[in-house]
């Protein structure tokens, strides 16, 4: 098993789970987390981030991973995020591992976007 097979287990438990400490435990100190494209991401440290993932969690937001798919140092995690009023909502999110954490996280909206971000060719659904 690759060093990133044993982040994505985490990740799907701490995701799956709301488990901050699982989580706190995958991110670089620096971590950035926001829209594809923000040189100057909402979240810019590991606090803020799981700031972020707390704050969603006690207002009811659950995120549901679908599947998750790496390349290289690439992880490229499809979900359905629910919420009290929204019974679910596709989302991908682009994590890019650096020194064995993750350094970056992009959020993205449609499938093919995070794909060629996550350096994935093919036609979605591949």
């Keep these: 098993m690759s060093a990133l ?4 287990g985490n990740l799907r438990t701490a995701i799956e789970s709301g488990d901050l400490e699982t ?6 100190p620096h971590v950035t987390w926001g829209a594809p494209g923000d040189p100057s991401p909402p ?3 590991r606090a803020q981030v799981l700031r972020w993932f707390a704050n969603g969690r006690e207002a009811g937001r659950r995120a549901h991973i679908r599947s998750v798919t790496t390349n290289e140092d690439m992880i490229l995690v499809r979900m ?4 009290p009023d929204d019974p679910g909502s596709d989302r991908w999110e682009v994590l890019r591992v650096a020194n064995g954490l993750v350094a970056d996280i992009r959020g993205y909206d449609n499938e093919a976007d995070a794909r060629a971000a996550a350096g994935l060719t093919g036609s979605v659904g591949d």
């Design 80 to 83: 359905t995020v629910t919420t």
């Design 43 to 45: 979240c810019q440290t």
């Design 5 to 8: 097979d044993v982040i994505v």
């Design 23 to 28: 989580f706190s435990n995958l991110l670089d």
